[in-house]
Every structure is written in C-alpha cells, then in structure tokens.
C-alpha cells in the first residue's frame, strides 16, 4: 500500500472525471495531474498510489509518467522558469536569457539552485512564437521578454519568498 | 486582406464570456443544425471543401463519412488542441478569445457523426488556456447549452478536457488517442483501407480545433458562404500566425490564396527595423524551407504551396532574418525533433540523434562536406520507413535546409 493520498478536493475531482471515459485507463494523465497540482512533483510512493486506483502495475504508471515531460520525478525549486528554445524565439534572442539565467542565478537547463528556489528547465516550443522570446513561470506565460524583464521578475520571485518568510 | 469566419469575436471584450458570446452569434447555427439530418450536415461540410487545419489538410466531410452507419458501439468525437509544432499558436486564440464557438463547433461535428461524447485533447503546458476553456464549458452545461439536451433538444453531448502531458507527438491523431487511452502516445501503424479512427475500439473522428470552430459558419450561413473565400482549389480561410523578427508577429485570419510576400509586408508590418528576409518555414517547423526569392513568388494555398516544393502545414510562417546562421537553424530544428521523437520506430529515433550529432560536428568546427552527404544519406533512410510522418518531416525541413543553403554550411566549415 502506498503511503500516499489525494486530499478529499483532488479525490473528489479524480471520480468526478473517472465518469468522463469508457475505460479508466484514459484517467492515467489526469490522475498524475492530480497528483503534481497536489505535491508539485510525481513520486514513486505517488505512482503506486495512482497503479493502486487504476488497477495497474506500478511500471506500468512509472513507463508512462518517464514518457511525459512535464511530469517532474524529482522535487524541483519553488519557481519553476521554463525557457522556449525553439526556432523562433532563438531567432528573437532566447539564448541571451539563458544565459542571464546562468549569470544571476547560476543554474543551467534541469538544475535547482542552492537555496531551492528556481529550477530551470529549457524546453520546447510552447506554442507562443508570435510572443518571443517567452518562458514560463510556474505554468505562467511571460511573452515578449527581454533581459530587464526576466530581471525583474526574478527580483520579484526572490522579494516573494522573502516576504513569505 | 483580413477576413472574419472563425475570428469574428476576437476582438469584442469578454467574447469568452457566455453572455457576450451569444449576443454576438454564438449558438445561433444550433436551431437550423436540429432541421438537418445528420447526413445533411456532413454533405455540406463536404461541399464546403473544409480542410483539416492541424497541418494534414484532409478534407473534413470526407473524414466524417469514414464513421460506421448502425454501429452499436458508442462513436467520439476527438478534438485535436495539441498544438505543438513550433510556429503554429492559433487554436490557442479559439481557446482564449471564443471558446462558445469550438463547443458550437463540436455539437455541430457531435451530430453529423452521432457521438455523444467530444474529448478536447490540450497540451499540457497550455494550462491557463485549459482553465479559460472549461470555465466556458461548465457555464454551457449550466445554460442547458450542453448535456443530456441540447438546448432543448433530444441530443446529448458531454464534452470534456483532456490536459496532455508535454509531448509533442501526442499532435498525431493516432499518439493522441493513445494518450488519451493511457498509453505512451506512440502513434499507430495505419491501416491499408481509410477508416475511422478507433477510441477503445469505438469509431472516432480526430480533427483540429480550427476545423471544427469552422463547422457553425458553414452550418448556419450554407457551404457556398464558405466557398465564396479562398481558391477554386483550397476554398475558404485559415487563420495564419507569423512570428520572428516582423513588425506586427501575431495570428491572422486570411482567405487562401494570398501572396506571402504581402501578407508579411502588409499584414506583417515588414521586417523589424535593420532586418533582411532570408527566409521562411511556412506552415511549422516540419515544412521545407522557402528563400527570400521563392517567397516573393509563394502563394498561401495548399496547391500553390505543393508548386513551389513546400506544404502550408499549419500556416504558421516563422520569419528568419539574414543575422540568422543557418546550420544553426538546421541544429535548433534536430535538437527540437530529437528531443520530441516518441522513440518508436528505429530510423527515427537513432535518424534524429545521428543529424544531431553531425551538425554539433560541424557547428564545433570539425565539419566536412562529407558530413553534409551523411545528413542528406541519414534524411532518406528515415524517409517512409516509420509509423508516422515525424521523420519525412524531419526529412523535409533539414534536406530543404542543407539543400537551400548549402553554402552557409560550406562557410561554416571554411571558418573553421
């Protein structure tokens, strides 16, 4: 038995959708979804928890979730910058950001920084080309950036984390 | 130049909203959908000569027919919002600005083929415009929009939104479904005949989101409204994104068969200030290469597209400017394609990482033109050797690359 569990809300809101399919093996995505929204990362306790509920072998789950690239398997930074890298923001300059990310933060593609508080992943397209250069910030999209406007919105996440604590 | 079918409300205020939505014309083709048959709406689409936006281009109605007659088993309505091809950012309009229309769309397409239950399949990193979408969907349920009856009538439709996880592939309608039966989206070898397509051994019909927020306009105002746009050929319109170092990159609906060179000048404001046009990929990244000289003489139709050696794909022109160096295009491009092959089939997985690898070759200074024969030798052999058409496109935009630009390729090694 897996040590993990949905809250009562992500519980609630994994029957309501296991309605929605003629197999509950369409609810794979959905149930990892749940469980990243709810931990910020996808555990192997997590995915027993899903094979569990879904009938599955939990190879099965982790075969599935490896597939996947927005599944994080290992806890990430609590502000999550997701650089596109493709054709046309290159073309529009993503890679002077890249770098700015490794001058101030220090981090490069699929690292954390010390304190815990960025990960940086450069990804692939993300669909906002008419927008570029952009990144994401936890799911978040920042389009037509420029190195004084990532600047300033990492200034804001580091005042953010400040003031929370 | 612009034109209005499915980007009518783009601009009004909180045309996402229900409210505003339907005061200005969302839901109003439903009435006249319920005195058609079932056949009748599908021959209409047929005339219309709607075409598959998702970059394929197969004609809509057609497609529809494909849907066994009295079969028993429950048929689907898949609606492809996958939207990953690098250069293509228009379904996320329909999502963000008319989300009423894509569900007027999809009770339109749910009736001509008798499916009573409609998947919108989303990428996964589109999660604002998910939230934006099911916000409309449970204020349809709530107005009797959607559900057991449709407005009022005996026709049931559920709808529901299916987030995806980040896999590029997953855009191929036979990866998407097996995504969406929780399964690695590794697409499916195709049968010999056309068929349907299968949902848990159900019938299904896989189209783009584009196609079906098309379907109300063609239902309410008559196919030949529709074909009143475009060419003989590629009748009405499409909504076009242009991006890169242009004045005004944005999402443009446009009828076919404009020239290219005036949509970027006269739409696209020209290029940025101290910008040349070098070149452009037309219709997403897996489309051949166009030359600023073969620009000037494309057109932006599915036929004169095929003439000039390329394909209008998803209609997303991503613009290259002349500080661009090309093998640096082309590695950008593999990196994206080797990063994304679902690892399947042999020839497009190892294919993919062997171009890489090359090119990393070159761009470190260790170059030959031998290595440029290799590229082209690597393109062939993944050529129509694989399940699905990720390695012809592979194919298609590196060889257009090496081909077109060889020269630059030739530089790069004598710099070095």
Sequence with gaps: MSKFKYTPENEEKFQKQLKRYPNSNSMMLPALW???????????????????KLNKQPIEVYEFATFYTMFN?????????????????????????KKFIKDTIGIGPGETSEDGLFHFS????????????????NGQYHENQSVESLKKVIEECKNASKSSK | MLVKVVSKNFDIPNSHKLEVAKANGRYSSIEKLFTMTPDEVTKEVTLSGLRGKGGGGAPCGPKWELMPKNDPRPAYLIV??????????????????????????????CYAINAHDAYIYIRGEYKWFIDRLNEAIDEAYEAGIIGEKVMGHDFRVDITVHRGGGAYICGEKSALIESLEGKRGHPRLKPHGKECEWFFDNPATVNNVET???????????????????????PGTMLFAMSGPVKNPGVYELAFGNKMIDVINQIGGGMKEGKKLKAVIPGGSSCPILTAQEVEKAVLDYESMWDIGSTLGTGGMMIIDDSMNMVEVAKNLIEFYHHESCGQCTPCREGCGWIDKV?????????????????????ETMNGKTVCVFAPAVKDIIKSIVQKFRHEFIKEFKNN
């Design chain 2, 80 to 109: 492809n919002g996958d939207e990953s091809e690098p250069g293509t950012f228009k379904d996320r309009q329909i999502f963000q600005y008319d989300p009423h229309l894509l569900i007027e769309g999809i009770i339109c397409s």
């Design chain 2, 212 to 234: 079906i927020a098309t379907v109300p306009f063609i239902v309410e105002n008559g196919y030949q409204a529709y074909t009143a746009y475009g060419t003989e050929k590629s």
């Design chain 2, 359 to 379: 090119l990393a070759r070159v761009l470190a200074g260790e170059g030959s033109e031998k290595d440029l024969d290799i590229i082209l030798d690597v393109c």
């Design chain 1, 122 to 137: 450069e990804v692939e397209c993300l669909g906002a080309c008419g927008g570029a250069p952009m990144f994401a910030l």
């Design chain 1, 34 to 52: 749940l469980v990243q929204e709810q931990e910020g990362w996808v555990s192997p306790e997590a995915m027993i928890f899903v094979a569990d």
């Design chain 1, 73 to 97: 398997l290992k806890p990430i930074g609590t502000y999550h910058i997701e650089l596109c890298k493709t054709l046309s923001c290159m073309v529009m300059g993503s890679r002077d950001l």
